[in-house]
């Protein structure tokens, strides 16, 4: 109860502009949830397999790659509102296109469209919450935003894991695609109504500064970067490469390794995400308490390292629950870094790049996703899926290493040096 009275709190000191964002995020995470637990399952009924998957959600992220160091720097002169209704907007228009026109080259360009436009909304929302939120009560921001996403994430695997027997129930003879095409429009009438609380978003005063600030092009806009905020950057590639590699090794093909292995019905996949989304918000709510006591960068590695157990019986475990159990444990772990990494990142560069930076970590991070997307695909098709957790789980080992060496031994030896 503390916690929840604490949280109470800190959603009251937050301003109007977080809070629209945050409603909105709910909503359009609520959407999300609801049609990515479908999707690949409306692509196997149509004929397709798990590797056609991996190429669309890679061409997706990898278009997000490209276009995330151009979509920092439009950020920035467009505005935050404008961006984030432009990115979530029209990706939201390509959702609707591949729900109900299926030819291939149809299905890519969406893809390729929602992989652009994406990169904005991407590029956007971690530098607003940053720049909405005070030095008090920033890390809790992050933490709400995780707590609703996860929480949409549980009713819209809860509700979608009904849909098709609610649905069946009215129209018994309707076929499957059908069916799922119903629950994608119902997904696009929730993220609709969220996308109402961003015309409520007004400039914050660093934006206002940012917008004053005299226009480069996108070279001159990299050159220009601080030489403190490249470091960073440069070091923050490897980290967020790294573990954005292993994460798309495994990660969108959970729903399809519960059907494919253990034959999980769709409201046993809609309640096992459901139960891990339980988990993984109470990993997120207890991060702040994590940081005061550990130190931020160490409360980031050590609860990284405490999911890699994890993969092994993701990997090999022999029972469904065993697998559901480990996957949820290891959401919880990692996602209990999330707030405290975002904070991490954004306070480590400069306000009137900020956007660029993220533009760039985003690339890199997606350019991995999308990488790891296309060989997963292969890999499912001509080995397994318990290859996937063994390759992931050694990606996320160098991400961690590499974060410790940079932003604790490093830091640690600097400050050292100077007090010798």
Same mark, same amino acid.
């Given at each position: 109860?503390?916690?929840?009275?604490?949280?109470i709190l800190q959603w009251k000191s937050f301003n109007r502009n977080i809070r629209a964002f945050?409603?909105?995020?709910?909503?359009?995470?609520?959407?999300?949830?609801?049609?990515?637990?479908?999707?690949?399952?409306?692509?196997?009924?149509?004929?397709?397999?798990?590797?056609?998957?991996?190429?669309?959600?890679?061409?997706?992220?990898?278009?997000?790659?490209?276009?995330?160091?151009?979509?920092?720097?439009?950020?920035?002169?467009?505005?935050?509102?404008?961006?984030? #209704?432009?990115?979530?907007?029209?990706?939201?228009?390509?959702?609707?296109?591949?729900?109900?026109?299926?030819? @291939?080259?149809?299905?890519?360009?969406?893809?390729?469209?929602?992989?652009?436009?994406?990169?904005l909304y991407n590029s956007t929302a971690m530098p607003f919450i940053f720049e909405n939120a005070?030095?008090? /009560?920033?890390?809790?921001?992050?933490?709400?935003?995780?707590?609703?996403?996860?929480?949409? /994430?549980?009713?819209? /695997?809860?509700?979608?894991?009904?849909?098709?027997?609610?649905?069946?129930?009215?129209?018994?003879?309707?076929?499957?695609?059908?069916?799922?095409?119903?629950?994608?429009?119902?997904?696009?009438?929730?993220?609709?109504?969220?996308?109402?609380?961003?015309?409520?978003?007004?400039?914050?005063?660093?934006?206002?500064?940012?917008?004053?600030?005299?226009?480069?092009?996108?070279?001159?806009? @990299?050159?220009?970067?601080?030489?403190?905020?490249?470091?960073?950057?440069?070091?923050?590639?490897?980290?967020?490469?790294?573990?954005?590699?292993?994460?798309?090794?495994?990660?969108?093909?959970?729903?399809?390794?519960?059907?494919?292995?253990?034959?999980?019905?769709?409201?046993? &996949?809609?309640?096992?995400?459901?139960?891990?989304?339980?988990?993984?918000?109470?990993?997120?709510?207890?991060?702040?308490?994590?940081?005061?006591?550990?130190?931020?960068?160490?409360?980031?590695v050590i609860t990284r390292v405490m999911s890699f157990p994890m993969f092994v019986i993701m990997?090999?475990?022999?029972?469904?629950?065993?697998?559901?159990?480990?996957?949820?444990?290891?959401?919880?772990?990692?996602?209990?870094?999330?707030?405290?990494? /975002?904070?991490?990142?954004?306070?480590?560069?400069?306000?009137?790049?900020?956007? &660029?930076?993220?533009?760039?970590?985003?690339?890199?991070?997606?350019?991995?996703?999308?990488?790891? #997307?296309?060989?997963?695909?292969?890999?499912?098709?001509?080995?397994?899926?318990?290859?996937?957790?063994?390759?992931?789980?050694?990606?996320?080992?160098?991400?961690?290493?590499?974060?410790?060496?940079?932003?604790?031994?490093?830091?640690?030896?600097?400050?050292?040096?100077?007090?010798?």
């Open positions: 109860m503390k916690i929840f009275r604490e949280y945050l409603i909105f995020d709910l909503c359009n995470h609520l959407s999300i949830a609801v049609y990515v637990l479908y999707f690949p399952r409306y692509l196997i009924e149509l004929g397709h397999n798990e590797d056609f998957y991996g190429s669309l959600m890679g061409t997706a992220t990898l278009m997000t790659a490209v276009f995330a160091i151009l979509a920092g720097i439009i950020s920035d002169r467009i505005g935050r509102r404008n961006s984030l #209704m432009i990115g979530i907007g029209i990706s939201k228009i390509t959702y609707i296109t591949r729900a109900f026109i299926v030819l @291939i080259p149809v299905l890519f360009g969406s893809h390729i469209i929602h992989g652009i436009f994406i990169a005070t030095a008090e /009560n920033r890390i809790h921001a992050y933490s709400v935003r995780g707590i609703f996403m996860r929480l949409s /994430n549980i009713i819209g /695997n809860l509700i979608g894991g009904l849909l098709p027997l609610f649905i069946l129930s009215i129209l018994p003879d309707m076929s499957t695609i059908a069916v799922y095409r119903i629950i994608f429009t119902l997904s696009l009438i929730i993220a609709a109504i969220g996308f109402l609380q961003l015309l409520y978003i007004k400039p914050s005063a660093d934006e206002r500064f940012i917008a004053r600030q005299e226009k480069k092009r996108l070279i001159e806009q @990299i050159k220009d970067l601080p030489q403190e905020d490249f470091r960073f950057i440069l070091k923050f590639v490897i980290v967020r490469g790294s573990i954005m590699f292993g994460a798309g090794m495994f990660l969108p093909f959970m729903n399809t390794y519960f059907l494919r292995r253990f034959e999980a019905s769709h409201e046993t &996949t809609g309640l096992i995400f459901s139960l891990v989304n339980f988990a993984v918000i109470l990993g997120i709510a207890l991060a702040p308490g994590i940081c005061e006591k550990l130190g931020m960068e160490r409360a980031i990997a090999f475990g022999p029972k469904l629950w065993i697998v559901a159990a480990a996957y949820m444990a290891r959401n919880t772990f990692q996602q209990m870094s999330g707030p405290l990494q /975002n904070t991490f990142i954004m306070r480590g560069l400069d306000r009137k790049t900020r956007a &660029t930076a993220n533009g760039i970590l985003s690339a890199a991070g997606n350019g991995a996703r999308s990488i790891a #997307m296309f060989v997963a695909g292969y890999v499912i098709v001509n080995l397994g899926y318990s290859y996937l957790f063994i390759v992931a789980l050694g990606f996320y080992i160098i991400s961690t290493v590499f974060f410790y060496k940079f932003f604790v031994y490093d830091q640690n030896k600097t400050i050292r040096a100077r007090g010798v």
